[in-house]
DNA sequence: GCAGTGACTAGTA
DNA sequence: ATACTAGCCACTG
């Protein structure tokens, strides 16, 4: 177990139905320059952990691609079971987004 | 302690 | 709009 604990907190703060990405969840724990960590800290979560790791999404509004793209799937089909709608390009529907995203979308 | 790595971001071309 | 680059910071070998 590391210092993550604060990462887990906020991610956990994330209401159903919602998204937040790795830089705001890095800057409510106190790490605002630790966005990658925040990735890594949700990748070494065990899973028994009740952490809802499908709410954080990255800047763009996607769903960030890992090795296994299995994962994605899986987070994707969570979120549209919590009402969370996505585009033709697999960007979050602004309707659900808690904030804007950082890029225009077409 | 150094080098490589990654579920990130912001900037530039 | 997409592609590449440079910072970023904690973990691993």
Request: charged share 30%.
């Amino acid at each position: 177990m590391s210092g993550w604990a604060p990462v887990y907190r906020v991610v956990k703060r994330i209401p159903e139905g919602r998204v937040s990405t790795y830089g705001q969840v890095a800057a409510l724990a106190g790490m605002p320059r630790a966005a990658r960590q925040v990735g890594y800290a949700l990748h070494a979560l065990s899973g028994d952990e009740n952490v809802p790791w499908h709410r954080v999404i990255n800047a763009k509004g996607e769903i960030s691609a890992r090795a296994e793209r299995t994962y994605a799937d899986l987070q994707r089909s969570l979120l549209e079971a919590e009402g969370v709608g996505f585009d033709r390009r697999g960007r979050i529907d602004l309707e659900t987004y808690g904030w804007k995203p950082r890029v225009r979308r077409k």
